[in-house]
């Protein structure tokens, strides 16, 4: 089993940059890959950034220049730095580890922007 939970979430205007972290804990030796996903109200989930154990990256195009994630093995974290934000970013979003026994989600976080 693996825990995921997420902080760093809030209400930020237009333009401001907000990091996200995601603390992972059980079985994470088995963790392949953790992404960020992201769903907005009335919106299917969608990917937004994912990490693979080597430390490999992938971005939704949505978010490509403005957002950066990166994880911390030695502790167990994976943050995803978001700058210049836009109102279109608004949802909750939630860390996801990727096993070969399962998939593990977090809680999620709410981030909000402003216009």
């Known amino acids: 089993q693996v825990q995921l939970v997420e902080s760093g979430g809030g209400l930020v205007q237009a333009g401001g940059s907000l990091r996200l972290s995601c603390a992972a804990s059980g079985s994470t030796f088995f963790i392949n890959a953790i992404g960020w996903y992201r769903q907005a109200p009335g919106k299917q989930r969608e990917l937004v950034a994912v990490?693979?154990?080597?430390?490999?990256?992938m971005y939704a195009d949505s978010v490509k220049g403005r957002f950066t994630i990166s994880r911390d093995n030695a502790k167990n974290m994976v943050y995803l730095q978001m700058n210049s934000l836009k109102p279109e970013d608004t949802a909750v979003y939630y860390c996801?580890?990727?096993?070969?026994?399962?998939?593990?989600w977090g809680q999620g976080t709410q981030v909000t922007v402003s216009s």
């Open positions: 990490i693979s154990s080597g430390g490999s990256t």
């Open positions: 996801n580890a990727e096993s070969p026994i399962s998939d593990y």
